[in-house]
């Protein structure tokens, strides 16, 4: 190319040592060969260039920028305007295009035009955009030279595909195709993504990339289509290009097939691909959803995307160290790895997708909905949910329901989510409020399961995430706490407490969040306030942190305050606190200290603060014997749990020893001497002693100087010397002494022995004839001293009750033995003291409340009495029968209204014979240790009687007892009841107290669920050896006299005594295996172990049985008791523990037929009954157990018409007092429950039989038929009972049912009717006659309501009637449908009453047309005549409906 170069004219000198500075600093090209030039401009007579300068551009040599000298929009229309009038045009394009060729020869020139012009300083046009395109680019901008230039473009652009990037940085390739990027307009699309395409096939890998993702950039929407299929063929044959294809894919608008078909192909790569190019990869796939295919690929993309082992191990193992370490460094150490930051991107595409797409975030949610539960469930499905749930706010309870439903069926548990949180807790960190508030509902619950995960949620967030959430999540449990919810404290609780373990050093730092819940110690329980001051005092005492003086003073006063307080609670409060603080203070800390020798033990510091903080709660609660009682039941309780420091064990067994003995304990040779309203004498004594040898128990002086001296104002000399203690501390006092004892000898309780065979000082206790003779106040007293005297055995049991030698466990009987005895005669005492106020076992915040003072005793023994009051009333008995005291299902309670309670009262004083149960007595007795069940084990004991020279002088067997072993069954199935059983199940009642359930079981209640099981299936052995000889006892009864209590040959004592062991026993067993914690992983060794010990009973052990193979032969050794239960209370429990062994079972359906047929067994035997009782079969328990045979046996409608078919009629045909012969329980006085249950269980089983549709095939059409037929002809039996049974509560089973049977056959029967009619034409007919009949008898019952004007039963009328309207335009319908039309019609139905007669109104005496009520009658071509003229009623008909006495005219055509 010729051309000449000349200074610029414009060029000042600024400009030349400009463009020479820049020259210098850029290094030259290698092609350029006349570089020494900068700032020439190119001048020639080429129209290209003349064209270009006259237009505004002054194109440059060298490096230098083209100038534009106008603006870019005034420059394109001038070229445009030129070369369209010249006068060579077209010509003159082709001219200018091979101007523009020879020009950009030179690689620097080409670069030049390339690159963007520079604008003049000078020129207005500058006041527009700053930034200016290159020559190029503003040539592609003309339509008429834009598909030249671009051929020129694409003609030039193989030379530098291969070459390397030049010296300047500049990649050729980018910045020709950066040219295309953008343009106002492509004028040949088509032709442009043809050559690009092309280019793409040959240029190399690295510029492939950059090409293809350019294209959206380049092509108009007219070429997405054309482009995304070529891109996709390019996806099958190059996978290398995956993620640019895929993320250009995104970009398009393209055909919904064709991403399928893509998103296919990709999806089967998901697994193989790259960490790095995942987040492409998922932004595609959500991009191609649509609304019909979401769901489809929501699921298999959560089952082929697996982000856990993206990270693991390496990743895993570090952030486990890090969360150990330093919690600080975690976030950035984390970010600087790679694959972390790919999977942190791919969490942000999907929160992107399911924040804005609805559709994805109702689709993921469905897809874990839908995955069966035994599938695998990944940390990935619940970090979605998480995720979903923090950025979809309408969808919150749909997760939660979800969640619920996973965490029941043991799908979410605890392993699962601590992985989730090992995992992904970077991602769950920017979601922590959401999880809070997640968990806080969660906690709501009464699922113990969600409850538990709820909390695992917050340990979870605390533990991994930072101080700023951690703070929030003790803010959360602190809320949880001061709610009043005793649920949610119990569990907040329980997680601070957790908390303080895992990570004790950031407790601290929230530790006035916490002390922030002392103002609210007036809603906790006893058991809540000793777990928050042991928080408190862990933060505040522990050895690892001494720098929290702040946080041990606010506890001292807060404690001082409190003991200092005149009002009772709060000083019971202070109590609690104080002695769980010592606790903490003067726990052993030589386990921690091991290599720090000479430092285990407190300093003479720490021991003296602990000392003095014990005898300033001893000072503060000497004054008041119950603050005495609660101090002592305390601090046995923490000596218990808490292993001491030996220099405080010491100290505290020292002074507890002396100050026991001192208090309690006398000399047999120093009988006091005193003016006792008793003669007082030495009882209960277990070795002979010499007069001058031994030690007694001094109750009775004690407990008269606290009541009769006292109130008589008469004080002995000894007592202006000595403070007496109270008798009420006796037995707390002991239960301390001996624990001491025991943590100081390990177990041996040599030491205080002789107090489990000493005497008590007491009186004749025996109440013989002068009972009737005493005083209101000396039986008050002498209940005292019972109560008192049962409570020191009761605690010398718990004492003594593991010790190995025969000797002292015979001792041990015999004071259970003396327990029982003493507990009759209380019971005599009780019942003819109405003003009597024993003291209570324990005080403590449970118990203010329901402290029982003369009359709340004398009404709950009323309540007790009560409960069988009205059915002796009616038997004409008046003697209350023991087994039905005992035998009382879950020892609920009836209680009289105020209006019946003088009259319960009056007729309690009248009887010959007063007796009242102690089961409503509970608070007066000391609780028994969980230990004390090991008896149960005993079996023949020998017991050794020697003389004084320590000779065998005789030997005693000794064995427990009936009497005895139910009184520990009763209080082993209490402590089962309570402890075990889910809290939905014995909610309490509005206004009862929240703790009364609990009262009397704190011992009990600080063991853990765990904990009771184990020992309670340490004991299943000598219990199941109990249960089997109830049943050889129960077997071996005369045949004679089976069935009756009092025959001859049998003691109804003994047998009562036995039944109600045998009922215990079964109900022990119960609670048990319906433990709700079995579903635990972490518990299912427990359930193995119970399993096998009942397996074990049948056959010897074999090893590795399965669950299954276990609950199948627990369930044949449990059957096997059928054939003994004694009552039909047994009987209820011995099928509910069956029915919870077939529930942990996979396949209950091999069982489930039992079931029923042990149900029905029981349910066809003749029940023994108590004297002069009209039936022993409570009417709940009855109804529950027809419940459970209709529910499991395999024909429900079957069972209903036998029992309504043949049961009832046997006792209709009976006498007035008999009861069925087929089944005995069904009586006049049971029929009502019969009755109840069967029309609930016909209504619920026709609810579960599916309509059908016209689609199914001609058999399930005759078979859903032929059971509507079984069901309506079920519902004809029960229905027409009620002119026989006519009862109130009868009639209102009746309305109720009958109008839910109704109501079912419109929305299930009617539709198969609909495609039934033609081809089952009489069928049809036969069953709309047979129901209209029913229906007529239903529309009869709301007549005979309204003449009785029954509010109970008239308020089911109106809908019992709409529902019968609805049923008779349901009828016409259905025979429209099936062009009968005319088989349809009306005809007038007269009120009549159950017995069919007439209902005769004021009104029908003046019109009897206007009181009759419609009667739908459908008559096809054989329609049939009733005799009766009024009533019309054709084969297939329908009912009647409607209508007051006054009239109603149908309108129904």
């Not at 894919?249 to 998103?263: F, I, Y």
């Not at 970010?335 to 791919?346: A, G, H, K, R, T």
């Not at 010398?796 to 005895?821: D, W």
């Not at 009104?1403 to 009181?1411: G, I, K, L, V």
Request: with cysteine; net charge negative.
């Amino acid at each position: 190319m010729v051309s000449k170069r000349r200074l610029s004219k414009s060029d000042d000198k600024e400009t030349l040592t400009e463009d020479a500075s820049n020259a210098r600093k850029q290094p030259l090209s290698k092609k350029t060969k006349k570089s020494h030039v900068y700032y020439e401009v190119e001048e020639n007579d080429s129209a290209f260039i003349k064209l270009l300068k006259t237009s505004g551009i002054i194109l440059k040599t060298g490096e230098s920028q083209n100038q534009l000298a106008v603006d870019q929009i005034v420059f394109q229309r001038k070229l445009f305007q030129t070369l369209r009038k010249h006068p060579s045009y077209p010509k003159i394009i082709e001219e200018f295009v091979n101007g523009l060729e020879s020009y950009i020869e030179d690689q620097d020139i080409f670069r030049n035009c390339l690159l963007s012009c520079e604008r003049l300083q000078n020129e207005e046009a500058s006041m527009g955009t700053s930034y200016s395109k290159s020559l190029i680019k503003l040539l592609l901008g003309i339509d008429i030279l834009q598909p030249a230039i671009i051929k020129t473009l694409f003609e030039k652009l193989p030379e530098f595909l291969f070459e390397s990037m030049n010296s300047d940085g500049i990649n050729m390739p980018r910045l020709i195709i950066s040219q295309l990027k953008w343009l106002d307009r492509v004028v040949d699309g088509k032709d442009l993504t043809t050559k690009i395409m092309q280019l793409i096939s040959i240029a190399p890998v690295y510029l492939q990339h950059d090409f293809i993702t350019s294209l959206p950039e380049i092509l108009g929407d007219s070429q997405h289509a054309d482009v995304g299929k070529e891109l996709s063929d390019l996806l099958t044959e190059n996978t290398s290009l995956t993620v640019p294809i895929l993320d250009v894919l995104s970009s398009l608008r393209l055909d919904p097939q064709l991403l399928s078909k893509v998103r296919q192909l990709v999806m089967g790569k998901l697994s193989s691909v790259k960490l790095e190019d995942l987040p492409v990869i998922i932004k595609f796939i959500l991009h191609s959803i649509t609304a019909m295919d979401a769901l489809e690929v929501i699921s298999e993309l959560r089952e082929r995307l697996d982000l856990q082992h993206c990270i693991l191990p390496p990743q895993f193992l570090a952030s486990q160290s890090k969360m150990k370490n330093k919690s600080q460094t975690r976030s950035s150490g984390n970010q600087e790895n790679s694959d972390e930051d790919c999977v942190f991107l791919i969490f942000d595409i999907i929160k992107s997708a399911v924040r804005y797409e609805k559709t994805i975030s109702e689709a993921w949610i469905k897809a874990i909905e839908h995955i069966a539960p035994e599938s695998e469930y990944k940390t990935f499905d619940l970090v979605m949910l998480l995720i979903i749930y923090s950025t979809n706010t309408q969808a919150k309870k749909y997760i939660e329901r979800v969640l619920r439903n996973k965490i029941r069926s043991g799908c979410f548990h605890k392993d699962l989510l601590q992985g989730t949180f090992y995992v992904h807790y970077l991602v769950l960190k920017d979601v922590c409020p959401s999880i809070l508030s997640l968990a806080q509902n969660l906690l709501h619950s009464l699922d113990q399961s969600i409850i538990l995960f709820g909390s695992l949620l917050y340990k979870y967030a605390f533990k991994f995430f930072d101080t700023y959430c951690q703070q929030e999540v003790i803010g959360a449990l602190v809320t949880h706490i001061c709610s009043g919810n005793e649920a949610e404290v119990d569990i907040a609780l329980d997680v601070l407490l957790e908390l303080v373990v895992i990570n004790l050093s950031a407790m601290r730092l929230n530790a006035v969040f916490v002390k922030g819940i002392l103002d609210y110690l007036d809603k906790m329980s006893p058991r809540q306030i000793r777990k928050l001051f042991y928080i408190l005092s862990t933060l505040a005492f522990s050895k690892q942190h001494e720098g929290s003086s702040h946080i041990q003073d606010d506890m001292h006063l807060v404690i001082r305050k409190q003991l200092s307080s005149t009002i009772f609670k709060y000083k019971l409060i202070g109590i609690i606190g104080a002695i769980t603080m010592a606790g903490i203070m003067a726990v052993d800390r030589s386990r921690f200290s091991s290599l720090t020798q000479g430092k285990a033990d407190l300093s003479n510091e720490q021991y003296t603060q602990v000392t003095s903080l014990l005898q300033l709660v001893h000072s503060c609660s000497k004054q008041s014997p119950q603050a005495s009682v609660l101090y002592y039941d305390e601090f046995a309780n923490m000596i218990q749990i808490v292993k001491l420091a030996p220099k405080v064990l010491e100290w505290v067994g020292q002074t507890i020893f002396n100050d026991f003995q001192d208090a309690f304990v006398v000399d047999l040779c120093a009988i006091p001497q005193g003016n006792y309203p008793f003669p007082v004498k030495a009882l209960y004594g277990l070795e002979e002693y010499g007069s001058q040898d031994g030690i007694a128990i001094n109750l009775l002086p004690l407990l008269f100087s606290q009541d009769f001296a006292e109130d008589e104002g008469r004080r002995t000399s000894q007592e202006s010397d000595h403070k007496l203690v109270s008798p009420l501390c006796l037995a707390p006092y002991f239960r301390l002494l001996r624990l001491c004892v025991e943590k100081q000898h390990n177990g041996n309780l040599e030491e205080i022995d002789g107090l489990l065979d000493c005497p008590i000082m007491l009186t004749d206790l025996e109440p013989g004839e002068r009972l009737e003779s005493m005083s209101d106040k000396e039986r008050s007293f002498i209940c005292s001293l019972i109560c008192l005297t049962l409570n020191w055995f009761r605690e010398v049991v718990n004492a003594f009750c593991q010790q190995m030698s025969p000797e002292m466990k015979g001792k041990v009987l015999t004071r259970l033995k003396h327990i029982v005895e003493l507990q009759g005669i209380l019971e005599k005492y009780l019942a003819v003291t109405s003003d009597c106020s024993p003291p209570l076992a324990a005080f403590d915040l449970e118990t203010l409340d329901v402290t029982p003072h003369a009359s709340t005793v004398f009404s709950a023994k009323i309540k007790k009495q009560g409960i069988t009051g009205k059915r002796k009333r009616k038997a004409g008995g008046n003697k209350t029968s023991p087994h039905d005291m005992i035998s009382k299902e879950d020892g609920s309670e009836c209680d009289p209204t105020p209006s019946n309670r003088g009259q319960l009262e009056k007729e309690f004083k009248g009887k010959e014979e007063k007796t009242v149960s102690l089961q409503n007595y509970h608070l007066l007795f000391r609780e028994l240790d969980m230990e004390v069940f090991c008896i149960l084990r005993c079996g023949l004991l020998t017991k050794f009687i020697l003389d004084t020279e320590m000779h065998t002088e005789a030997t005693e067997v000794v064995q427990l007892q009936p009497p005895e072993l139910l009184f520990l069954l009763e209080d082993l199935s209490h402590k089962v009841e309570n402890m075990l059983t889910p809290s939905v199940a014995r909610r309490v009642p509005f206004l009862k107290g929240k703790g009364s359930q609990n009262i009397g079981l704190s011992h009990v209640q600080q063991r853990t669920g765990q904990e009771i099981v184990h020992c309670i299936v340490q004991l299943l052995t000598p219990m199941c050896n109990h249960l089997e000889n109830m049943h050889n006892y129960f077997q071996c009864l005369p045949a004679e006299n089976h069935g009756v209590v009092d025959g001859p040959g049998m003691q109804a004592q003994e047998y009562r005594l036995m039944s109600s062991c045998y009922q215990r026993l079964l109900q022990i067993f119960h609670g048990l295996f319906a433990w709700s914690g079995f579903f635990q992983p972490e518990n299912q060794n427990l359930l193995y172990s119970a399993l096998e010990v009942l397996t074990n009973r049948l056959k010897p052990r074999e090893p590795d049985q399965s669950l299954e193979e276990l609950l199948s032969q627990s369930f044949h050794y449990l059957q096997n008791f059928h054939h003994s239960i004694p009552s039909f209370q047994s009987a209820l429990y011995l099928i509910r523990l069956l029915m919870v062994i077939l529930e942990k079972s996979r396949v209950p359906t091999q069982n489930k037929e039992k079931i029923a047929s042990l149900a029905r067994h029981f349910l066809c035997r003749i029940w023994p009954s108590g004297e002069k009782e009209k039936s022993s079969i409570p009417n709940d328990q009855l109804h529950a157990l027809l419940s459970i045979y209709l529910e499991h046996t395999d024909s429900v409608l079957k069972a209903i018409e036998e029992i309504a078919g043949v049961g009832v009629p046997e006792l209709i045909n009976s006498s007035k007092d008999a009861s069925s012969s087929t089944f005995p329980t069904l009586t006049r006085h049971t029929f009502v429950i019969f009755f109840r249950v069967m029309m609930a269980e016909l209504v619920k089983t026709v609810k579960g039989l599916q309509a059908g549709t016209a689609a199914d095939s001609q058999q399930i059409h005759e078979e859903k038929l032929l059971y509507w037929n079984m069901a309506v002809r079920d519902f004809s039996i029960l229905i027409n009972l009620i002119k026989v049974f006519d009862n109130r509560p009868v009639l209102h089973v009746c309305l109720k049912y009958g109008r839910l049977f109704v109501e079912v056959f419109l929305k299930q029967c009617m539709p198969l009717l609909d495609f039934s009619f033609r081809k089952h034409r009489e069928d049809v007919l036969s069953l709309l006659g047979t129901f209209q009949l029913n229906t007529r008898l239903l529309h009869h019952l709301c007549g005979h309501s309204k003449i009785h004007q029954d509010m109970k039963l008239t308020k089911h009328v109106p809908f019992l009637k709409k529902t019968l309207e609805l049923l008779v335009c349901r009828v016409k319908a259905m025979l429209i449908l099936n062009n009968c039309r005319e088989a349809f019609w009306l005809g007038n139905l007269k009120n009549r009453d159950l017995q069919g007669e007439e209902i005769v109104s004021q009104n029908s005496q003046e019109s009897r047309a206007d009181e009759s009520e419609d009667d739908t009658s459908s008559q096809v071509s054989k329609s049939k005549a009733t005799e009766d003229g009024e009533e019309d009623e054709a084969s297939d008909r329908e009912k009647d409906e409607d209508s007051d006495e006054s009239d109603n005219d149908d309108d129904s055509d």
